[in-house]
């Protein structure tokens, strides 16, 4: 919460993303459906899972794209 409170604050989020209760269930939740899904269908043959981390990291990576105000650049990332 505190660290989207201060990103906000920064300017560093989208306009329309101001409410950090919200930004940060955005968040938590896209990494706990991750990892939800991993322990859920960890087994199922269907599922051609790629590595854990290298996928939590594009996660990451994707949702911050969106979130922030000019992408990627605002993180200081190339």
Partial sequence: MQTCEQAIASGRFR??????HEVAQILWSSRHGLVSLRIAKEHDD???WRDVQATATRLQDVMF???LRRGRASLGLT
């Fill in 15 to 20: 306009p329309e993303l101001q409410d950090p």
């Fill in 46 to 48: 269907w599922v051609q």
């Fill in 65 to 67: 794209t969106g979130l």
